[in-house]
């Protein structure tokens, strides 16, 4: 795929509905010719921890204008190939969709599950660690456009290595090298968690086998506050679970 667009949302609180911030690079012929972030007023306000992961507070988005104001600029990005750094953001772009009444169809490309399949060599999948191994600029994480930037420059040079003869990381396989991913740096912070929630919540055999796991982690980040006990409690159910596939 030579012409799309990366994209990158921030949420402002715990649902996914709560986008505050999207950025996003547009690739055409195997280059990125433009990138933007736009701030928006996230549905239900901000909650102060994800403020402290990206910085942005109702000071900044109070005059923002809501998505489905912003849509109207967004729309003919968003109607061409999509690719992200998880599913998260098309969760995120689900979640709009259907509280605005938008009906958004798009084609979505998870370029970590593509990271995950070509280069299983790695000790972790995440966007540094991507940026890092192709030798890419650094750049701000949780700034949605530069997010959104460093997935297109990611998924471009992954799109120059061949597949692998293993088939896509997918359900039980991918639920591992997920957690492997989570457990590389021996902690787990609060974005990983809400990460691990949501591939649970969309795999109902998966969320079964692991109840307490889903259970536990949706208890400890209900309330914003994922404290260092929390975070321990977690770590330690990954490793079970990790053992257990």
């Given amino acids: 795929m030579r012409e799309f667009i990366a994209i990158d949302f921030e949420t402002a609180n715990p649902k996914r509905v709560s986008a505050c911030a999207i950025g996003y690079a547009r690739v055409v012929d195997g280059a990125i010719t433009e990138s933007q972030e736009f701030l928006i007023k996230p549905v239900g306000g901000h909650a102060p921890f994800q403020s402290r992961i990206h ?16 849509f109207p600029l967004l729309a003919e990005c968003l109607g061409l190939p999509l690719v992200a ?6 969760q995120v772009l689900n979640a709009l969709s259907g509280h605005f009444g938008l009906g958004l169809n798009f084609e979505y490309t998870d370029a970590c599950s593509i990271a995950r399949e070509r280069l299983p060599q790695l000790k972790n999948h995440k966007l540094k660690s991507l940026v890092k191994h192709f030798g890419l600029p650094a750049f701000k994480h949780h700034n949605a456009r530069e997010d959104a ?5 990611v998924f471009l040079k992954l799109q120059e290595l061949a597949p692998t ?10 639920f591992k090298a997920l957690i492997a991913d989570i457990l590389a740096d021996g902690e787990v912070d609060y974005t990983e968690a ?13 969320r079964k ?20 006990f929390e975070r321990e409690n977690v770590r330690e159910l990954l490793i079970e679970a990790h053992d257990m596939l």
């Fill in 165 to 174: 003869q293993a088939s896509k990381q997918q359900g039980f396989s991918g």
């Fill in 85 to 90: 750094y998880s599913r998260f953001d098309q």
């Fill in 149 to 153: 930037v460093a997935c297109a420059s």
């Fill in 194 to 206: 809400h990460a691990l929630l949501y591939c649970l919540e969309d795999d109902d055999a998966i």
């Fill in 55 to 70: 910085g942005i507070t109702d000071e900044h988005t109070s005059n923002m204008p809501s998505f489905d104001v912003l």
């Fill in 209 to 228: 086998q692991f109840q307490s796991l889903y259970d536990y982690t949706s208890l400890a980040i209900q309330d914003c506050d994922f404290d260092s």
